[in-house]
Nanobody, 122 residues
Framework: QVQLVESGGGLVQVGGSLRLSCAASGRTFSAYAMGWFRQAPGKEREIVAGISWGGGSTNYADSVKGRFTISRDNAKNTVYLQMNSLKPEDTGVYYC???????????????WGQGTQVTVSS
């Protein structure tokens, strides 16, 4: 059974930073692409960033390019999202997601974490 457990969310001021972590278990972590999504109040869930199985390929939503960095440590079965220069519009629940392919596909992830709240206050 695949489990994804996020941590690191919280309340931060505009311009601040947070690092989210997602610990994975239940499958061979290093074989699959991972992603981060977020959902703001009243809005649909959207992709924030994705990373391939080995970390060699990453992609980002336009709204976070240059501010967020996705990375992974396959030895620790963990994927990270470093968020800098945070803005109020970054507020939302952030979800870790696991794909069933080695690179990020266009299809939705199969596995989801429970989410962690990020609130950026002005």
């Amino acid at each position: 059974q695949v489990q994804l457990v996020e941590s690191g969310g919280g309340l931060v001021q505009v311009g601040g930073s947070l690092r989210l972590s997602c610990a994975a278990s239940g499958r061979t972590f290093s074989a699959y692409a991972m992603g981060w999504f977020r959902q703001a109040p009243g809005k649909e869930r959207e992709i924030v960033a994705g990373i391939s199985w080995g970390g060699g390929s990453t992609n980002y939503a336009d709204s976070v390019k240059g501010r967020f960095t996705i990375s992974r440590d396959n030895a620790k079965n963990t994927v990270y999202l470093q968020m800098n220069s945070l803005k109020p519009e970054d507020t939302g629940v952030y979800y870790c997601a696991g794909y069933t392919t080695g690179v990020v596909p266009t299809t939705p992830p199969r596995y989801w974490g429970q989410g962690t709240q990020v609130t950026v206050s002005s």
